[in-house]
Structures are given as C-alpha cells and as structure tokens.
C-alpha cells in the first residue's frame, strides 16, 4: 500500500491500500475464511513503480473460548524472486525439452539449415541474448581453422566482428572444453557484451556459438546455454556426414581464416 511503517495501516480499510480489484479480492477472501473457518492461503500480483510484484497472503480465522468469530488475522509477503525463479527453471526446462526435440527431427532426417536455424533460436532464447550466430569451424590442409556461418540473426558477426572472431580461434588445439568462452568484447558505448563461446572435440575448435548480451553475461543462462552448445557438438559432426552443413538464412556461405580474410 506503499506505506512506510506497517503501524500507518491501523484503521484503513483495504481500498485505502490496494487497487480496487486487489481490495475486492481480498475482501473476498475474507468472506471465505469467515465462512469456512478455515485458514486460506492465495497469490496475486500487484502494480508497483517498478513493474509488478507478487505477494502471497496468508489469512485465517479468529476465534473466542467460545467458539466464536472475532475476525481474521493474516499476513502479506514479496515472492516475486521466487516466482521469478521458478518461471525460469520452467523456461529452461521447456528449452531444454526442446533440445531434446530437436536431435529428434534430426534422426528422422530433417535439413541442417531448418535445424541450425532452430538451435539458434533456442540458444538466444535461453541466454535471454538479442542476436547470434552458430557456426562451424573446418580445417584445411595446412590445418588453419576457418569459419563457416550456419546461421545468425541480425548481423554477419564473421564480417562486422573479425578480431572478435580472430580470438576466438585461438582456442583451437588448447585444452578448452566445449561451452566455455573463448572471446568477448564490450558493445560500443552500452553496458553489454558480446561472447563467442567453444565448441571442442579432442582439443580441435570444430564450432563457434556467438551471443550479444543487452547486459553482462548473466550466470543463471550458462547451464541452459551449455546444454544447447552441447547438442549442436553432438549434431554438427553427423550433418556433416549425412550431405554436409546448410547454410542458415540467405546469407551465401562465409568463411574466414585465422586471419579474417574472406574466402569462396
């Protein structure tokens, strides 16, 4: 009710606190635990300046020696982080099924662009991050890694960002584990980053998954994004062996050496 001590709440009545649909269903609720006598706990949510908060409220009946009602008694308590909490397990549970739905439609056969393009939906979804790419990194006979875009979503990371993504191929041939980063850089003038992040196999870079974070890599997304990075490790290797790699979008293929020079 936006008061500043809970004694400035003696003598008001709940439309002196709470919007008028909070205040009638509080009310309500009253009703229910004067009639049922029994204790009632419920969940609402709440306007406050910064957006909305949750509060769980807990009421229960009084009664005299006698039997007789009194009134209730009850208490209000903020379980917006929680709520919050749980909304992303369940966020990241639903992502991670999708993972699993998603090497699915690729036993049965599905392209690699259609699955490429649905990977990096999934992993933007689950870093909460605001573009992308994925790629994988081939070797030529000289063994220089190169980059080959499979998909993105608003910007060429391979052409806008090349010292970006020089540093990232440095982990090729080093003792880096898959899901882990391997480069970043600040955004110009904003709070946010931009991190590429491995994907290894016997100590050889064999993939790249570029996110840009609105804010600073948040530690709550790394399970879920490394879970994703893990599976698109598993699926690229048998794309490449059932035809090869699409290409995402309709980006012609890209591909960078060591140095960021494009070639065909």
């Known amino acids: 009710g936006g008061l500043n001590d809970p004694d400035e709440a003696c003598g ?5 606190l709470w919007p008028t649909d909070c205040a009638d269903a509080y009310r309500a609720d009253d009703i229910e ?53 749980e909304q992303a397990l369940e966020r990241s549970r639903e992502q991670l099924a999708m993972l699993g739905r998603l090497q699915a ?18 992993l933007l979804d689950l870093a909460g991050a605001s573009d992308g790419f994925i790629a994988e990194v081939m070797h ?14 608003d910007t060429d990371w391979l052409g806008a960002h090349p010292e970006l993504i020089d540093e990232a191929l440095q982990a090729d041939r080093s003792a880096q584990e898959s899901g882990a980063v391997v480069a970043s850089a600040a955004l110009d003038g ?29 530690d709550a997304c790394c399970p879920g994004v490394q879970a994703a990075i893990s599976t698109f490790g598993l699926i690229l290797p048998a794309v490449r062996q059932h035809g090869g790699a699409a290409h995402g979008g309709t980006r012609q293929p890209r591909q960078e050496s060591l140095h960021g020079q494009h070639v065909a």
Do not use: Y
């Open 33 to 85: 635990v004067l009639n049922s006598r029994l204790p009632r706990c419920s969940e609402s949510f709440v306007a406050s300046g910064t957006g909305s908060i949750c509060l769980e409220v807990w009421k229960a009946p009084v009664l005299d020696e006698n039997g007789e009602l009194l009134g209730t008694v009850g208490f209000a308590r903020d379980i917006s982080e929680r709520k919050r909490g």
């Open 105 to 122: 439609r690729f036993i049965r056969g599905e392209s690699g662009e259609a699955l490429f393009a649905a990977m990096l939906d999934i």
């Open 12 to 16: 008001l009545q709940d439309h002196d």
């Open 140 to 153: 030529d006979p000289r063994h220089e890694p190169q980059v080959n875009l499979l998909a993105c979503r």
């Open 190 to 218: 904003q709070p946010g980053e931009r991190v590429c992040f491995a994907v290894m196999s016997d100590r050889r870079l064999v993939g790249l998954v570029g996110l840009e974070f609105p804010r600073a890599l948040p």
